[in-house]
């Protein structure tokens, strides 16, 4: 800010000892050292991205196939969910600077304010990552399924959701007769289609059967998926990358050929170390590390916010004669916002 | 323990009342400028699909809004524009140029081990 910093000194005095040749304290000097190692952390993190990315090309998937849901209000809605966090990692660096600009005038009130308003933020944006980990981790409705030339694609349109089980061969808890469906057996909408895509992943659905966990046989009623579209993420004899089935009917016809085989991992939900429902399997690690690293640096930061912000309640810094502490923590704090500035364009923009 | 030898730079930084209402409306200028600049790339994400004929075109506009939105959150939030000259150069040159090198090498040799080597497609 003003003061020292804009005061002419000459150059004798300034590298000779004494003073500081930047006019900043050693913390505040010693924290941006630092965060220029942080950064280039981050950014060899994300360049490595990029360059996977550019060797991978076409198969690499699109942010906002990826990521289109929001809480509550289901799919469609690309990238809106992280253009939100975002606007909340912004706004509680805008709370940090009102925090930092208060300590310069010595408020001490303001200083509490808007730190207690920078720890909600930050709370708010740790508790969106872990929504959308969670999200990115269960995958989609559909899933990506691998068709009859070894070709794997990506599925977009309505999922009709699954109306009930029929149970016709009996197992350790159904007997026959039993009709499985929302509101029966302690089941919700929910649970019976996160059942039935459990039993298409593991395998264990063949034509309109479902095999369920107690031994027992189902006939499984579903309503009809509608607007489908397969989109190719990797080559297989007869379809490329890239290729597009956007018959709906075809593609219904396609998707439930493939879902109904009754093949281990013919069709996989979501993401984890070992697949990947979104494309080639580095995506997936790129995703938990970068933004898991970035989460790291978040709540960390939430935590020394806190700390920071006891400091100030308790008057440390009044006492002290200046908020600096507000100003170095501060620093962090935008550091965090301006990695996830290029995170956001890099992982879900381009 | 109080060292007399030392410049409390800390102290530099204090302003008035006055003052802090200007910076306040600055603070509050870069805000409406973030905040605008996420709205337009989201709403160029969603409207122009990618492989369109756009495309490149809106990539290099994320791009470059990324870069004017982390300059205003480094100048401004993180008063590096405030900051000595000597102390600016100090953080932006030896990074700035590291990471344009890395770009430069990462994102070439990507693309040829791309070109050179299909069996990475579609890992």
């Given at each position: 800010m003003a003061g020292h910093a804009s005061k002419q000194i000459d150059a004798k005095t300034l590298w000779?000892?004494?003073?500081s040749p930047f006019s900043t304290s050693y913390g505040k000097l010693m924290m941006w050292f630092f965060l220029v190692s942080d950064a280039l952390t981050f950014g060899g993190l994300l360049i490595g991205y990029g360059m996977t990315r550019h060797a991978v090309d076409t198969a690499w998937p699109i942010g906002e196939e990826t990521f289109n849901s929001l809480p509550f209000l289901g799919h469609g809605y690309p990238l809106i969910y992280v253009a939100l966090m975002t606007f909340i990692l912004i706004i509680s660096s805008v709370t940090m600077v009102l925090a930092v600009e208060a300590g310069h005038r010595m408020d001490k009130k303001g200083v509490v304010k808007w730190m207690i308003a920078t720890i909600i933020g930050g709370f708010f944006f740790v508790g969106s990552q872990a929504w959308e980990w969670s999200h990115f981790i269960h995958g989609s409705e559909f899933g990506k399924i691998e068709l009859a030339d070894g070709s794997q694609a990506i599925v977009k349109g309505h999922y009709g959701e699954v109306e009930n089980f029929t149970i016709i061969e009996a197992g350790h808890h159904h007997s026959k007769g039993d009709v499985v469906k929302a509101?029966?057996?302690?089941?919700t909408q929910e649970d019976l289609d996160h059942d039935y895509r459990h039993a298409i992943a593991e395998g264990h659905v063949e034509g309109d059967k479902i095999f369920l966990h107690d031994g027992s046989v189902g006939k499984v009623a579903k309503k009809k998926n509608e607007h489908m579209e397969l989109i190719v993420k990797s080559d297989g004899s007869e379809y490329k990358i890239g290729?597009?089935?956007?018959?709906h009917e075809k593609a219904a016809t396609m998707y439930s050929k493939a879902t109904t085989s009754g093949i281990k991992d013919n069709v996989i939900f979501g993401a984890n170390l070992e697949q990947?429902?979104?494309?080639?399997?580095q995506y997936g690690q790129f995703f938990f590390f970068i933004t898991g690293f970035h989460g790291f640096h978040v709540f960390s930061g939430v935590i020394i916010n806190i700390l920071i912000l006891l400091g100030a309640m308790r008057g440390v810094y009044h006492k002290r004669g200046h908020y600096e502490m507000i100003e170095k923590t501060g620093l962090y704090w935008h550091f965090v916002d301006l990695v996830w500035v290029f995170v956001f364009t890099f992982f879900y923009l381009v | 323990m109080i060292r007399d030898d030392i410049y409390e730079y800390s102290l530099d930084s204090h302003h008035d009342e006055e003052k802090g209402k200007k910076l306040r409306k600055k603070i509050y200028f870069v805000t409406v400028l973030l905040t605008v600049v996420t709205i337009v790339e989201v709403a160029l994400g969603a409207l122009i699909k990618q492989g369109s004929g756009a495309w490149p075109f809106v990539k290099w506009s994320f791009i470059i809004l990324t870069l004017l939105k982390a300059g205003y959150i480094v100048m401004s939030f993180m008063h590096l524009g405030d900051e000595r000259k000597a102390m600016r150069y100090v953080i932006l040159i030896p990074y700035l140029i590291f990471i344009a090198y890395l770009i430069f090498i990462c994102l070439w040799e990507g693309t040829a081990v791309g070109e050179n080597w299909p069996s990475t497609q579609g890992l």
């Open positions: 000779g000892g004494k003073t509101g029966s057996h302690g089941m290729d597009k089935i956007e018959d990947n429902e979104y494309g080639p399997q | -």
